[in-house]
């Protein structure tokens, strides 16, 4: 079995190197270097095509989704999974799923979510955690609102 690419981009290096820590030891998966600019993400996916973009959302989505739909377009076989803190709200998350993010996870949950994500991209189903994931962040923005 051909191993796995995922690339990692996050502007917060602590965050990245938690996700390079769960990732580097399993087998059948290939860690790219992390980036922490969207420039570095697309340089990287244009160069390494990547199966799998674990990338922050702060980084993905404040300029109108722009580094979504950009990866969309140059690199459509990469599955972009965003990696949220559980605070924003219902309809942002919407907008980045709409503009080409296949599914998130919360920084909570990444260490329970993130291999069964992997395998989900590797299998080509896309990302089998959203429901979870999204459950999650409904909990959260509904205890905030009350």
Do not use: N
Not at 92 to 102: D, K, N, P, T, Y
Not at 123 to 142: F, I, K, P
């Amino acid at each position: 079995m051909q191993p796995i690419t995922v690339a990692i981009a996050d502007r917060d290096r602590a965050e990245s190197a938690a996700c390079q820590r769960l990732l580097r030891h399993q087998q059948g998966i290939c860690v790219v270097v992390p980036t922490t600019t969207s420039e570095d993400i697309i340089a990287t996916a244009i160069r390494v095509k990547p199966r799998i973009a674990l990338c922050s959302y702060s980084l993905a989505v404040p300029s109108g989704c722009s580094l979504l739909i950009t990866l969309r377009r140059i690199c459509p076989e990469t599955l972009v999974v965003l990696l949220t803190d559980g605070t924003i709200h219902e309809d942002r998350l919407m907008l980045a799923l709409a503009s080409g993010a296949v599914g998130f996870l919360t920084r909570e949950t990444l260490r329970f979510q993130l291999l069964r994500a992997v395998a989900w991209g590797r299998s080509g189903r896309g990302l089998g955690v959203t429901q979870d994931a999204w459950q999650h962040v409904r909990s959260c923005v509904h205890a905030r609102a009350y």
